[in-house]
């Protein structure tokens, strides 16, 4: 092995098991991108035999044990540790689609280009209705961005420049990096290529639920951090999603009331057709996103529920915030 690889691919996971030697054969097997790639893997403290797998198939292994382990540490151990030139970094329940790394090099030719992302899809949409639903949310316009996910290439020495990802963030790391990185004046670019296939694995409402409660706390975090810096984050998505939660909770215990008191069910009827308008309207905007009808519904129902527990995250951070309080890594798997 070389000195200086072109790419070091950063996988990060825990307890991925089986999903984890799938995700480094997909590496292992994509096509040559003009050089060398290193392959490591960083363990947040797995139960599982996820370090030792990871060794055989040839990634070099690091493990870290945080006293509150987020993403942000293992992505930063690994980068650390890396030689190469560019940093991939992938999760270990996702799949890296073979042509990913040349056409995200390729887009690496403008200098002003920092980090580099694709198109994100769930593997098995077909496993779950969450897993069919939340698919739609990975898919974003191509073209320069304001932030990226936890898939992207990134240039080393613009990680270098910026100190890496914040490991006092537990979500939402990614994009706040990405604040910083267009600070220096540089580029996020979206490109119109596969990039990866994720494995959400989403098959509980619980889940389902943790996952919104967790972007929830991310909106507060980030938007409360970025609120006086020259690319501020968030701040209108949290005042949006703070009033559209009251709204449809007030519409719903506002019906139910008026029900109530009348002694009349019919009184249900403004609520819900209040309901039917929003969620229709929604699935014709995503219109862009998928052809089938079902989906579409199921989707803009999607959009507007998920709105409360995100209100739930919010709240949850303001009030460790007040607490004085640490709020533990929020897991939905």
């Known amino acids: 092995m ?3 690889p ?3 691919v950063v996988v990060i996971g825990r307890n991925e098991g089986q999903r984890l030697a799938a995700c480094l054969n997909s590496i292992i097997t994509a096509h040559n991108p003009g050089g060398e ?3 490591i893997y960083v363990d947040s403290d797995s139960r599982d035999h996820s370090p030792e797998l990871a060794a055989s198939l040839g990634a070099l292994v690091l493990r870290v044990k945080p006293e509150r382990p987020c993403a942000a540490i293992g992505r ?3 980068w650390r540790a890396a030689r190469g030139t560019y940093i991939l970094f992938l999760d270990g329940d996702t799949l890296l689609h073979p042509d990913f790394p040349q056409a995200a090099l390729a887009a690496m030719s403008d200098p002003q280009v920092a980090v580099v992302w694709g198109h994100r899809r769930e593997a098995y949409p077909e496993r779950s209705l969450y897993n069919r639903i939340l698919d739609l949310d990975w898919i974003y316009p191509p073209g320069v961005s304001e932030f990226c996910g936890g898939d992207a290439l990134m240039r080393r020495d613009v990680l270098e420049r910026v100190g890496g990802f914040s490991e006092d963030l537990i979500a939402g790391e990614e994009p706040e990096l ?13 490109i119109d290529q596969p990039m990866t296939l994720h494995d959400l694995a989403i098959t509980r409402f619980q889940a389902y639920w943790r996952r919104a409660v967790r972007a929830g706390h991310a909106y507060a975090e980030v938007s409360r951090r970025m609120k ?3 690319f501020p984050l968030w701040l209108r998505d949290a005042r949006r999603n703070a009033v559209h939660a009251a709204v449809l909770i007030f519409l719903a215990l506002g019906g139910a009331a008026a029900a109530v008191i009348s002694g009349q069910p019919a009184a249900l009827a403004g609520p819900v057709l209040a309901y039917a308008v929003l969620i229709l309207r929604s699935a014709y905007k995503a219109r862009w996103k998928k052809a089938d009808a079902l989906t579409l519904l199921l989707y803009g129902a999607h959009s507007h529920f998920q709105q409360i527990p995100i209100a739930w995250g919010q709240l949850s951070y303001w009030l460790h915030k007040f607490k004085n309080q640490r709020q533990a890594l929020i897991e939905y798997k």
Do not use: Y
């Open 2 to 4: 070389s000195n200086n």
């Open 6 to 8: 072109l790419i070091s």
């Open 37 to 39: 790639l290193e392959l």
């Open 76 to 78: 930063n151990a690994g």
């Open 178 to 190: 990405c604040q910083r990185i267009r600070a220096l004046g540089m580029i996020i670019q979206h």
């Open 228 to 230: 006086n810096t020259a």
